[in-house]
């Protein structure tokens, strides 16, 4: 789709899984940037904490570090998130609903959590992908 080139990866886990995985962390369309689900790995070291409340706060910071990477000013221009939990329970919604109002406070984007069986790699328990608009006219 030659309309779409700016896809973006960032450093480490982004540029790793782009060489490996044959995919990036994210791409802006105009004004949207649309970013692939982010788990809860350390971007240098690709490990995976096991609690689970470290990895979904860890994958709000891996959603915020691919915005920014992308072009936008990270939370503050998400409007839309789909979480993925292999654990759907009463700790992971409360760990969300803390992580979303630290990361968006002045604002409540549209959320859909899903439960699935499995994710991409044993250890993950959360994936989080968002849609982002920044405006053309704000650079």
């Not at 899984?17 to 970013?35: D, M, P």
Request: some cysteine.
């Amino acid at each position: 789709m030659s309309h779409l080139t700016t896809y973006t990866s960032y450093e480490g886990y982004g540029e790793r899984s782009k060489k490996n995985l044959w995919y990036s962390q994210a791409v802006r369309i105009g004004e949207t940037i649309e970013c692939s689900g982010q788990g809860g790995w350390d971007r240098e070291t690709d490990k995976i904490p096991t609690e689970l409340n470290a990895q979904i706060a860890k994958a709000f910071d891996n959603v915020e570090h691919t915005v920014k990477t992308a072009g936008g000013r990270g939370w503050e221009d998400v409007y839309f998130v789909r979480s993925y939990h292999v654990a759907m329970n009463d700790e992971a919604m409360a760990t969300m609903v803390k992580c979303l109002k630290q990361y968006a406070p002045n604002h409540q984007p549209a959320w859909t959590a899903i439960g699935v069986a499995k994710l991409a790699f044993d250890d993950m328990r959360v994936e989080i992908e968002v849609r982002a608009h920044v405006p053309a006219d704000r650079k």
